[in-house]
């Protein structure tokens, strides 16, 4: 039997070939967006619990000032998140407009540290929690075609 060949332009398939290698940037992108949103819900959660991002009570201040970490609110406030989306994920930042910020998150050599933000090399679970429903939420968004 002899062997054939059929070929087609078919604009569906290259839609669709298109589809799936735009999608990782249009998912980063959205994660990116939600990230941001969901970042700012797990510092407002530390702040109104009086937890560190691994779900620790926040050591006391020396003069016993209750709550811990907050006093004016400046602190609080003052943080931002900022998430950057490439092809291979996410990066998120948070800044703080308190210089004293530094001194908390790191501690002194007469302060123990009180965390803002999860260490370097370990993600808190309740931050990974966040940032995976943002993701899944993202990818749904996709597979949808809402983005």
């Known amino acids: 039997m002899p062997d054939f060949t059929f070929r087609h332009n078919d604009q569906f398939l290259k839609r669709l070939a298109a589809h799936f290698r735009e999608g990782p ?3 980063h992108r959205e994660l990116a967006r ?10 407002d959660q530390q702040f109104q619990t009086g ?3 691994y779900g620790r009570p926040y050591i006391p201040a020396k003069d016993g000032h ?8 400046k602190l609080w406030e003052g943080l ?15 800044t703080a407009t308190e210089e004293y910020a530094k001194f908390l998150q790191y501690g002194t ?6 965390l803002i933000v999860p260490g370097e090399n370990v993600l808190a679970s309740i931050w990974r929690q966040h ?8 990818m749904k968004a996709w597979l949808s075609g809402r983005l």
């Open 109 to 114: 050599r007469k302060m123990r540290a009180r």
């Open 34 to 43: 939600r990230a941001e949103q969901t970042i700012h819900e797990a510092l």
């Open 66 to 73: 209750l709550p811990p970490m907050v006093r004016s609110g």
């Open 131 to 138: 940032l995976e429903r943002a993701r899944d939420e993202a």
């Open 51 to 53: 937890t560190d991002p």
């Open 25 to 27: 940037e249009r998912v």
């Open 80 to 94: 931002g998140v900022v998430v950057s989306a490439s092809a291979t994920g996410v990066s998120v930042r948070v």
